[in-house]
Structures are given as C-alpha cells and as structure tokens.
C-alpha cells in the first residue's frame, strides 16, 4: 500500500522540469503543484507538452532535467512506489470489448490483487450507473459508458492520484457531460486528479485550478477566478440569453446540461443575462 503524507504536502510537486527530443524542446522549465483531493486541469493545445508530462509524472518517461514527486515520492528515485500510488488513463478507453463491463473490472482486480474482487466490481458499476450494463459486451457500449468503465478500472485498489489525459476526446456532447460528473465523483471522494485537456469549457467546469501550459511553458497557473482577473473587467449590460447549441442538442436528444448535472436551476432562457467581454 502507497505509504500515506501529512494533508499539507502537495499530492504533486513539479519543478523545473524539462524534455527534449533531438533538437525539440518539449517542455522547458515546467513547475506547478496539486492539492491533494483537487482537480487541477493542465490546459494547452495539441503539441504544448500536457501528454509528456503526464508520462513523467507516470515514470513511463525520464525528464533531462528538474524534478517530480507524487504522492511524496520522487518520480525517478522510486518509481515503484510512485507507480503503486497512481493510476493512469490514457487518451482512448483500454478496455477489452470481447468482456463484459463486469469482467473488466474483475480482471484488473485479480491483476492488482485486490481482495474480494466480485464486490469491488460490484461497486464500481453500481459508483458509475453501470450495474444494468455490467453483463453487456463492451462492444455494445457507447463512448460515454466505455469512458465511464475505463476510469471505474483505474479506482481499483484506490490509488491516491489519478491522471486522466484528455479523457473526453472523440465524446459526443452528452458523453462528455457523464464524464465530466464522474470526474467531479473522484474528487469528491478524495482522490486527486490530474486533467489534460484541450478544450477550455472542460477546464472551466471542473478544474480547482488551472495551468495553462504554451509551447513547454506554463504560463499562469491559478484558479478560474484569479485567472478571469488577468484580464481587464467586463462591462456587464443586459441582454437576452440566446440557447447554446449544447442546450438545443440536449433538449432534442432528452439530456442534461452542464447545470443540470450540478444541480444548479436553469431558469427561462429569455429571462438571463450575460456578460458582454
């Protein structure tokens, strides 16, 4: 078992951290820290280095200079414990499709060797809305629910920290919002999340705080409303609040809106307002 920290040390420590390929420079003095129990969105486009440090952080990769620590241990000194203290979700669902959702989840626990490995199933599907599902093929899934069992798999024997590298690529609208609540699930549990992403909405709804890496470069770091006040202050007026196409696919197709899946009331469209930046 990951040997536990006092509360106060971050859940990651990044400091310094640089890679290269040839002549390519990847990243180039990155540093940031996570709370434990936080969600903490690494933002960037294609190319800006999210997946590289990731892979660092996973020990999958060496970095030529700086230093990393996970669960307080660093990243190149003890990669066992640090791989014993994480769990890793890549950009596509590993799942096997020839299993049903149910032996999914019991192949990984006899992998980890978890005890009780038929209740820890269980209970994952029942966490994640896939009880009725769990005798199903996984290639009768949709993309939201192979989603949803890929991150149920990676709780298996409760590791601390869990990155998730851009988890709702290629998800329809109403996948990405079911990701989006299992995400908020983990934190809410405890666990720490570590989110790439690329996609600024995602960044916005679930992040504690954000880092937005540019070229190897993180180049602010800090929480949504520290980084609103960045910028110079919006001109508030009123106006009539048009519904996003998120709200017209959702009302057709019978989903739930990014509000709805926080519990928040949404109120007539024609009766809010809205910023004007």
């Known amino acids: 078992m990951p040997t536990t920290h006092p509360p106060a040390e971050p859940a990651i420590h ?18 940031f820290d996570v709370a434990r129990g936080s969600i903490f969105a690494l933002l960037g486009s294609n190319g800006a280095g999210k997946t590289t440090v990731v892979n660092i952080l996973s020990t999958l990769l060496a970095a030529d200079a700086g230093a990393a620590a996970v669960n307080g241990w660093d990243v190149a000194a003890h990669a066992a414990e640090v791989r014993a203290s994480i769990s890793l979700t890549g950009q596509f ?33 029942e966490r994640f809305a896939l009880a009725e599902a769990g005798a199903r093929k996984v290639s009768t899934y949709s ?13 298996i024997g409760d590791p ?36 790439t992403t690329q996609y600024l909405d995602e960044a916005e709804q679930l992040a504690d705080r954000i880092a937005i890496l540019h070229h190897g470069r993180i180049l602010v770091d800090g929480t949504l409303a520290e980084l ?14 048009q519904p996003t196409l998120e709200d017209v696919f959702l009302a ?26």
């Open 160 to 195: 601390p920290v869990i990155f998730l590298d851009e988890p709702t690529t290629g998800l329809d609208p109403e996948a990405r919002l079911e990701v989006w609540q299992a995400v908020r699930e983990l934190a809410s549990n405890g666990t720490t999340v570590l989110l």
């Open 228 to 241: 609103k006040q960045l910028l110079p202050p919006a001109q508030v007026e009123y106006v009539e609040k």
């Open 93 to 125: 669902a590993a799942v096997d499709e020839v299993l049903t959702g149910r032996e999914n989840l019991l192949l990984v626990a006899r992998l980890r060797h978890v005890e009780g490995p038929g209740s820890v199933a269980d209970a994952l599907l």
């Open 14 to 31: 990044v400091a310094g951290l640089e890679k290269s390929y040839k002549e390519v420079e990847v990243l180039r003095g990155v540093d």
């Open 252 to 277: 057709l197709v019978g989903g739930q809106t990014a509000e709805e899946h926080q519990g928040k009331p949404v109120g007539n469209a024609h009766d809010q307002t809205k910023e004007l930046r």
């Open 143 to 155: 993309g939201g629910m192979r989603r949803r069992l890929d991150i149920a798999m990676s709780l």
